[in-house]
């Protein structure tokens, strides 16, 4: 299997958007990965390669500021200039529909595209959802991403762990996630940026009601996680969405076990049912 080529997409922002993609002739229908605030392209599928061997063209790509892509001008890190992104890449790919899989961020971009763009959705991975548009906009409900974002540029990556919030998670994840937290920041090329992000990408809105979730018409799965393990990806925020969605298909981990969106060979498999459905 040929690596894949780097893809390098200019927005009608300025934005460079740094990607990747494996060979165009693949048979399978695209699938194009997103991933989450503070995260990278790796941060989708964890380096898994079931995809590509299934015979599917894969587009990873880094969201603006995130990785190895540029950063925004005047913080526009917002889901409108995210769901241009996305359609740029597909535009710069020749990619005329694809499957979406994105988490959490990436999955609110992918809902935002699905419901402006539908004609360009093959599917939707949604991974992770964590936007509920019914929670309450205070400056209360943003204090801890804005202390995140502080404690990144004051003291990068040590300073945004020691920001972070475990009090959720119980003693047999804080390890692994604190483990995580540390590679995924290390991996930015511009972590003012990412705390920049971190400020703006909360407070913007993909949607404005669940209600709107009904007009999606791709199939779709929804990964969702257990509280335990991922608390700031409520299971009860991925259960609404996969009710809100026609024939949506909720997947979630068996309880004690590690998070479906945490095992790349396992979302992938999810993800290449869901490219298989009629």
Do not use: C
Not at 32 to 47: D, N
Not at 209 to 216: H, K, P, Q, R, Y
Not at 258 to 268: D, E, F, K, N, R
């Amino acid at each position: 299997m040929p690596d894949p080529r780097d893809l390098s997409i200019v927005t009608d922002d300025g934005v460079e958007l740094s990607g990747e993609e494996t060979d165009p002739a693949r048979p399978g229908p695209p699938i194009v990965l997103l991933h989450g605030l503070t995260a990278t392209r790796r941060y989708v599928v964890m380096g898994s390669r079931l995809l590509e061997r299934s015979g599917h063209r894969v587009i990873p790509y880094d969201a603006r500021g995130h990785g190895r892509s540029s950063p925004a001008r005047d913080r526009a890190y917002g889901y409108e200039r995210l769901a241009a992104d996305l359609r740029a890449v597909l535009d710069a790919a020749g990619v005329e529909r694809a499957i979406l899989a994105g988490a959490s961020m990436g999955a609110h971009t992918a809902v935002r595209f699905a419901l402006h763009h539908p004609e360009r959705v093959a599917g939707l991975g949604l991974i992770t959802p964590s936007f509920h548009p019914e929670e309450p906009l205070s400056a209360t409900a943003f204090s801890g991403w804005d202390a995140l974002a502080r404690g990144l540029r004051e003291g990068g990556v040590e300073g945004f762990v020691a920001a972070y919030d475990f009090s959720g998670l119980s003693d047999a994840w804080r390890g692994t996630v604190e483990r995580v937290l540390r590679q995924r920041l290390a991996a930015h090329e511009h972590p003012q940026a990412v705390a920049d992000a971190l400020e703006v990408v909360p407070r913007s809105r993909p949607f404005e009601d669940m209600a709107e979730l009904a007009g999606i018409q791709a199939s779709t799965i929804v990964v969702a996680s257990r509280d335990e393990a991922d608390p700031s990806h409520p299971l009860e925020v991925g259960e609404s969405y996969a009710s809100a969605i026609p024939g949506a298909r909720l997947i979630v981990e068996g309880s004690g076990q590690s998070p479906i969106a945490w095992q790349g060979g396992q979302l992938s498999k999810a993800l290449l049912e869901l490219a298989n459905r009629p």
